[in-house]
Each structure stands twice: as structure tokens, then as C-alpha cells.
């Protein structure tokens, strides 16, 4: 089996995720023709994610701090698969309980992320594409970005007194 293969899919299969959401906002935006109606939910996942961007430009084209093990003298810090897997996978977890009300499919949705995430934090030491200090921070930035991405989300107090 190809670590790296794999940790690509799984990436991409993240991608996949936060593209259901995108098409779920559009859909919103065009159906309540203003940007406050869309759900904050959805809306609250784009500044984690500019700034999860930033990051990987900024780590991997201006400040490298570590190559990757393989010897291929490619930027290795932080990895961008274990920050974007998790920051992605942490959100629709938030999320999901405002879309999908049934908690034993809710329950399975978050172990097949959290066995897709331990994939890909494994494949990417294994591979030789990453340390593990890599992916510890790159875990370590997701988790930062996934409480800014709470913090922006949840209700405010006015909101929840009209609920």
C-alpha cells in the first residue's frame, strides 16, 4: 500500500466534504438572495479556512522551517494534509448536528473522520513525506482553527433568544 496514495485520497475526500457545504451555502445564498440569511454554520468556515491557506503559503513558500524526511528537500512544516483533514473534518463535526439530526449516523459519520484522520496522520510519517513533529503541529493549528471556526459559529445571544 502507497502511505502516500492514500493520505492523497483521504485529502481529497476532505475536499469533497467542504464542497457539500460550499454547494449548501450557494444554494442558500441564491435561495435567500442575501449573504446574512445563509446559515452561520456555513458561513463561519470560510475565515478558518483563508487563514489555514495562509498558513500552508506561508510555511511552505516563505519560511521553511523543515524538510520532509524523505530527502527530497521539499517543505515538510506543518503538514498540510493533517491541518486540512482535521480543520476540515473538526468543522463539519460542529456542524453536522444542525444538518444531520440523527445522532447514530452522526455517531458513524465522526468515526469514519476520526479513522480517516489517524490514516492520514500514520500514512504521512510513514510515507516519509512528513516527521511526526510535522503533523503534531499541523494538528495543533487545525485545532486553533476549528475553535476560531466555533467561536465564530455558534448563535449569539440575540440570535438565540429568537430561535
Known sequence: ????????????????VLAVFIVLGA????????????DRALTAMFPPLVIMT???????????L???????GEPSFPSSH???????????ALALPKYIKSKPLRITLYTIMLI????????????????????ACGLVF???????YYLISKPSKKETKHE
Open 1 to 16: 500500500m502507497q502511505w502516500d496514495f492514500v493520505t492523497d485520497i483521504i485529502l481529497y475526500a476532505s475536499f469533497a
Open 27 to 38: 444554494i442558500q445564498l441564491f435561495q435567500k438572495k442575501s449573504l446574512k440569511k445563509v
Open 54 to 64: 495562509a498558513i500552508y503559503f506561508i510555511f511552505d513558500k516563505i519560511w521553511i
Open 66 to 72: 523543515n524538510t520532509r524526511p524523505n530527502g527530497s
Open 82 to 92: 493533517a491541518m486540512a483533514v482535521a480543520t476540515i473534518f473538526g468543522m463539519t
Open 116 to 135: 480517516l484522520l489517524i490514516l492520514v496522520c500514520i500514512g504521512r510519517v510513514a510515507s516519509g513525506m512528513h516527521w511526526a513533529t510535522d503533523v
Open 142 to 148: 487545525a485545532f486553533i482553527l476549528v475553535i476560531l
